[in-house]
């Protein structure tokens, strides 16, 4: 015989773990692939890495072979995507004398005026009241005969 007059907490019971129980199971899920993810991450992966005898043939007789066979080492590596072998490839094979004396100097600077000079000014004129096009044509019209080392020149000179 069951007390009518009282909540029969049994049911209730039951219903919040059916109800909760999918939710908890998906958290704990979760929780136990992202430690199986770290702890995957940090062992090394022997399938990713080449197996040996697969890069050139090299004869590791003189020093320049085995110079040669770590470039190219280095050089997998990086191509699969290694920025510590990118860094060193940058910096003891492709460094500043192997690259010819002209790429070493500064670009010259182009004459002419800077294009953020030419911008302010375009977009000054717009707020005077000025279509895009009609502003931006004058601008160059006037940029090509004179260089212009402010926007308050080019500005003051358009209305000329």
């Not at 050089?75 to 500043?96: I, P, Q």
């Amino acid at each position: 015989m069951e007390n009518t007059g009282s909540w029969n907490s049994d049911l209730a019971l039951i219903f919040f773990a059916c109800f909760f129980a999918p939710i908890v199971f998906y958290f704990f899920l979760g929780c136990i692939a992202q430690i199986v993810e770290t702890v995957t991450a940090c062992r090394p992966h022997h399938s990713q890495q080449a197996p040996m005898g697969t890069g050139p043939t090299i004869s590791l007789d003189s020093k320049d072979d085995v110079w040669d066979y770590i470039k190219y080492d280095a050089m997998e590596r990086a191509v699969n995507g290694d920025a510590k072998s990118r860094d060193w490839l940058t910096k003891n094979v492709f460094n500043d004398q192997d690259l010819p004396v002209s790429s070493l100097e500064a670009p010259a600077e182009t004459p002419g005026t800077p294009e953020h000079i030419k911008d302010e000014a375009i977009m000054a004129l717009q707020g005077m009241g000025f279509n895009k096009t009609d502003a931006k044509n004058k601008i160059n019209e006037l940029c090509a005969t004179k260089k212009y080392n402010s926007s308050e020149s080019l500005i003051t000179e358009s209305f000329a």
